[in-house]
């Protein structure tokens, strides 16, 4: 017994012990079939450099989000990491410029999204996206054609899409009219249609402005009125991220505002069930934005062994297995001669899907500024949190709007003050 | 507070055979593998402690044993104690204290903040206290509930049923579950389109959104926090149950007394010292109420059922930005509630083992 | 009927009863029925949604059966068609689809493969029959480590519970037995402590971990929760009950300190131990939030981790976990069922007579 409490407590420690010199850990989540995806591609990268070892540690989204920042405080982690919370915890990435062969294949096709993932005025080289993603909407074509009621065309603002989808859900006695994810992230592209801007002249977070009121009081009035689905907002408190792409799946809604993310998931649980199409962002009063955003890899600072983790990126960056990536995952593409050269070969048999990415390529260009600059401001998270908490309460019938506005500057200013801002 | 008691007085001198006893039914149970290697082992250390004791007499066993778990209970429980109280007179960033800067009492300020405490709308960190409102609510209707349903349970295992030990298993079962699935399932079940709604729907009924809902959703946390732990307090009313001597029944049978008189005057009375002891885990265990709560409705609607552990979790360290400052304070503040509980909990077994002594 | 019923309860029946059913017969007879539907209900559901197929989770109303859908082999067509069941004006008829255009369903009947009939989707119900979507079972244990996993939870819950055992009986011992000053101070300090939930201290508790350099090591997460003071608690109150007489004898027959714990007290504390291990096997294998917390490098994933990498930003991918969750509840179960008598005889039995 004790002999054997010995070997598998020096398992255990085994497991804790250093790093070998060639190892490179990568912290992966997933949300479909990337994660096997990856694999395949480090496996033929491990085979095409036999002195390293790559070892994939799949976890939760939950990890990365709440606990890899943990974990990085205390100068831990994995040596490379699919992150979304790029630009907050920028602090902590690897500039790999001194380990790239070719730092300027890195500026020419990733330098768009840089900004990203480093700190404010810095120029390093942290890592690339492995997807770019775009919010946006999808109707349920079947149930539109059902209703006898057209899908809203062009240059259609947020009021006749609403109201479209509410006939339809009338016609057809659907749940509800449409939903939006429960995240500040999906509010803001329309937020920004509606004439708003968060960042303040000094980069700090300005307080809430006319553009967001408005849209953030259209959102309580449909959620009063019942056209939009009361629980994916109303059912948590906090700043939990709730999706509503189910009651979409099952043709609960007609209408779905979430983002490019979604196709593949549709694809696979909707299958031939209805018609769906992806629509882009409907229009506000000050222009017709989503916001972009996505996923990166990034080297993280307290690798032993920056050299390999270089390499790993170098290999992972290249032209065609981006492409192949993207192809394979149904994932927009962030290299910019891929995106320029186009012409991708989705792995899928699906028309709705190819036709949706054609859609959410051309939406692309139709991101405003006040848009564009957020996924490389450091206060988006604090400002998303604070939107998502507060106006939750107010469809909850707990707050006010005029409450919840300035709860939300509270709030913010409360964040801008613990983290040093 | 006599949860359990060893069977049948033994008698002294007859120390060596009885202690054999007992431990056979384990020794079947776990195996002599295992048994057999350990008692070898506590053999093998005897001479060493006997030299041990000789040199540092009763006190020096006493420290023996108190050891090994009070030193992990120090590193692993009090000193993060003590670092929340270092955290919360702090802010910023940084997880080591000696990267933080020293704030005082600002953390606690900012959370009692408050012109008015019975409106948490008036205070600057309103969700704490919905947060602590949400949780009185929740102890108070956990408590009642759960005594009435176990007390229930109890009384009916304790008839004279067949199969008993099949209906005990039944009861029992959700305790063995992870309290993530339990959220998960009714979760499943609650939701608007969930199961509950299907049944309904087919029954002729009109679907109610129960996670939506607000008292809905605030019962539906209470009723499945009982469904999940209702089986461990059922036990340990069942065994205060078992222990009322029978004959007691039996007489008030044959005087004819009616059961419900039967249950006021002679089960109630007697079962009172297990009922404590289920009132005050109960109690204890209500107010750190968050896994199974926190699966399914995650606080909502709104801030309904946003409990205070669940607070503390969000702001010190689901959120992006984490605050850990307030949370520690956050947590100091309801560590004091829970101590003073606990003072409760123990003047209470004090009166109760002095009331045992009177008789 | 009936005879199922006396097999369910036996009655108390007697004077003053509607025919030889007293009214607590009634009131046990649906409390027990109740009961089974609620306490079995949810579980045996999980279990059959664990067979669902992932569009068949998110559909409404939920089926009590997993389905899948039945499909025909149709000539000039490649792939097997889908079958539905179409109610119209000509009658009801099983076609199978070729494609769906809008509202409007292109049809053939199988044993008529040239003409193609135009069907509106109103009028169709998928054909099914039931099946079981095993693959939710297969896949995970071929992309997943789930023996490694399985190995990873094994050991963490057998030396917590070993370690849990030993010290939680060594301390109650000497705080159960000895008089020492500082004995109120030390048993407060315990009671308090029970009632500190792990999700408040969990980054001080990080940064120790962090700090003694066990993040990422399975002993990370078992010495954390080893000295649970409910145990301590627990078998205090057991040990109590046991008459210091006998130690005393035993003093006398020059028994030491170490013996009298080894040899006297703990076999008689059996039962409460047989009831801590039984709770410490079962809070370690369920535990969740800490080994997240402190694992995430995959050789050191216990299930629980392990299962939650299916949760991504997205999408969660409930097929897996629920399959998964269904093979990480049998342990827990067979435990049960093997050690059920201890916990009735620990709890409830012995305990109080």
């Known amino acids: 017994m004790k002999k054997t409490m010995t070997a598998l407590a020096a398992l255990a420690f085994g497991f804790a012990g250093a790093a070998h010199a060639g190892d490179v850990r990568v912290m992966w989540y997933s949300d479909g079939v990337e994660g096997e995806v990856i694999a395949d591609l480090l496996n033929r990268f491990m085979a095409e450099n036999p002195g390293i070892n790559v070892i994939l540690d799949n976890v939760a989204y939950k990890v990365v989000q709440e606990q890899l920042p943990i974990q990085l405080e205390a100068g831990e982690g994995p040596d490379i990491a699919r992150v979304t919370n790029l630009k907050a915890i920028a602090q902590h990435w690897l500039d790999l410029t001194p380990y790239l062969q070719d730092p300027a294949y890195w500026t020419e096709n990733f330098g768009a999204q840089a900004d990203w993932m480093r700190e404010d005025g810095s120029s390093a080289i942290t890592g690339f996206m492995t997807q770019i993603t775009l919010t946006g909407g999808y109707a349920n074509k079947t149930l539109f054609d059902q209703a006898g009621v057209a899908l809203p065309g062009e240059g259609a603002t947020w009021d006749d899409w609403v109201n479209a989808s509410a006939e339809v859900a009338k016609s057809q006695d659907t749940a509800a009219a449409f939903a939006i994810d429960r995240s500040g992230h999906r509010i803001s592209g329309p937020n920004v249609s509606y004439g708003a801007n968060y960042i303040a002249a000094d980069g700090k977070p300005a307080p809430v402005d006319a553009g967001t009121k408005e849209f953030a009081a259209k959102l309580v009035g449909w959620v009063a009125d019942g056209k939009m689905l009361k629980d994916t907002w109303v059912a948590a408190s906090g700043s939990s991220y709730r999706a509503a792409a189910d009651d979409f799946i099952n043709a609960a809604i007609p209408f779905y505002y979430s983002g490019s993310w979604q196709i593949a998931n549709l694809s696979t649980k909707i299958g031939d069930a209805f018609d769906w199409v992806a629509i882009g962002s409907p229009c506000g009063t000050a222009g017709c934005s989503g916001l972009a955003g996505g996923a990166a890899m990034v080297a993280i600072k307290y690798t032993k062994n920056p050299e390999e983790v270089a390499k790993v990126m170098e290999f992972l960056a290249q032209e065609d297995i981006v492409r192949e990536f993207s192809e394979r995952t149904l994932f927009l593409p962030a290299h910019k001669a891929v995106v320029a050269k186009g012409g991708l070969d989705w792995k899928t048999d699906d028309p709705n899907v190819k036709a949706a990415l054609d859609v959410f390529v051309k939406a692309a260009g139709q991101i405003e500024p006040a848009a564009a600059a957020l996924p490389a401001w450091k206060w988006g998270s604090a400002y998303y949190g604070a939107l998502v908490n507060r106006i939750s309460q107010v469809m909850a019938g707990e707050l006010t709007l005029d409450d919840a506005f300035a709860r939300i500057d509270a709030d913010i200013a409360e964040q801008v003050a613990q983290q040093g801002g | 507070m006599t949860l359990l008691r060893a069977s049948t007085p033994i008698s002294p001198n007859r120390w060596r055979n009885r202690a054999a006893e007992p431990v056979a039914s384990v020794k079947a149970l776990a195996g002599a593998v295992v048994t057999a290697p350990l008692g070898w082992l506590a053999r093998a250390i005897d001479p060493a402690l006997r030299l041990w004791q000789r040199a540092t007499g009763t006190g020096g066993m006493v420290a023996f044993f108190l050891l090994p778990n009070m030193a992990i209970f120090g590193i692993f429980v009090l000193l993060p104690l003590v670092i929340n109280v270092a955290y919360s007179m702090t802010t910023g960033a940084a997880l080591f204290l000696g990267d933080r800067d020293f704030i005082g009492g600002a953390q606690y300020a900012r959370l009692l903040d408050c012109t008015d405490y019975t409106r948490p709308s008036s205070c600057a960190e309103d969700q704490f206290w919905i947060a602590v409102r949400n949780t009185g609510l929740f102890v108070i209707c956990q408590v009642s509930l759960m005594i009435v349903v176990a007390t229930i349970t109890a009384l009916i295992l304790n008839r004279d049923l067949r199969a008993r030990s099949f209906w005990r298993a039944v009861f029992f079962f959700p305790v063995l579950l992870s309290p993530v699935v339990v959220g998960l399932i009714w979760r499943w079940i609650l939701q608007r389109d969930g199961l509950l709604n299907a049944f309904l729907v087919a029954g002729g009924f009109d679907p109610v959104n129960w996670l939506i809902e607000r008292n809905w959703a605030f019962f539906a946390t209470i009723g499945v926090t009982t469904w999940a732990h209702l089986g461990f307090y059922t036990l340990i009313l069942l065994a205060g149950l078992q222990a009322i001597p029978r004959d007691l029944y039996e007489a008030a049978e044959m005087d004819g007394t009616p059961p419900a008189r039967v249950f006021w005057r002679i089960t109630l009375p007697l079962l009172m010292p297990n009922m404590l002891v289920v009132i005050v885990l109960v109690l204890i265990r209500a107010v750190q109420v968050f896994d199974e709560a926190f699966v399914l409705t995650s606080g909502g609607p709104g801030t309904a059922t946003l409990y205070i552990t669940q607070y503390i979790y969000e702001v010190g360290f689901a959120s992006l930005l984490k605050n850990l400052g307030l949370a520690a304070a956050a947590s100091i503040l309801m560590g004091g509630v829970l101590v003073v509980l606990t003072l409760i909990q123990l003047l209470l077994a004090r009166r109760n083992e002095a009331r045992g002594k009177l008789k | ?353």
Do not use: C
Not at chain 3, 169 to 186: D, E, H, I, W
């Open chain 3, 1 to 353: 009927m009936t005879r199922a019923l006396a097999f369910l309860t036996r009655r108390r029946g007697g004077p003053g009863s509607i025919g030889g059913w007293h009214w607590t017969d009634v009131v046990t007879f649906f409390w027990l029925g109740g009961g089974l539907i609620l306490m079995f209900g949810p579980a045996l559901w999980l279990i059959l949604s664990s067979f669902k197929s992932p569009a068949q989770l998110a559909e409404f109303p939920p089926s009590a059966l997993p389905y899948e859908a039945r499909t025909a082999v149709v000539e000039g067509y490649d792939r097997p068609l889908p079958l539905y069941v179409v109610q119209d004006e000509a009658g009801t008829r099983t076609l199978a689809e070729v494609r769906r255009v809008g509202t409007v369903a292109q049809m053939v009947d199988p044993a008529n493969p040239g003409e193609i009939q135009k069907v509106n989707i109103a009028n169709r119900t998928p054909d099914r029959e039931v099946g079981f979507a095993v693959e939710n079972y297969t896949e995970p244990f071929l992309h997943f480590d789930f023996l490694l996993y399985l190995q990873n939870s094994v050991f963490v819950t057998t030396v917590a519970t070993l370690i849990t055992l030993l010290t939680n009986s060594m301390a109650a011992f000497a705080l159960s037995k000895y008089q020492f000053p500082g004995r109120a101070v030390v048993m407060l300090v315990v009671l308090a402590t029970l009632m500190i939930p792990l999700s408040v201290i969990l980054v001080p508790l990080y940064s120790i971990i962090s700090g003694l350099g066990l993040f990422n090591s399975l002993w990370g997460v078992i010495l954390p929760t080893v000295a649970t003071p409910t145990g301590i608690f627990l078998l205090r109150q057991y040990m109590l009950t046991i008459p210091d007489e006998l130690l005393e004898a035993a003093r006398m027959d020059h028994a030491s300190e170490w013996q009298i714990y080894w040899r006297i007290v703990l076999p008689l504390t059996a039962p409460a131990l047989a009831v801590l291990a039984i709770f410490s096997v079962v809070w370690r294998w369920n535990d969740f939030l800490w080994p997240l917390v402190v694992l995430s490098r995959k050789e050191v994933y216990t299930l629980q981790v392990g299962l939650n990498t299916y949760a991504g930003e997205l999408n969660v991918q409930w097929h897996f976990i629920l399959a998964m969750t269904v093979v990480t509840m049998i342990p827990v179960v067979l435990v049960f069922i093997f050690l059920q008598r201890f916990i009735t005889a620990g709890i409830a039995g012995s305990g109080l007579k």
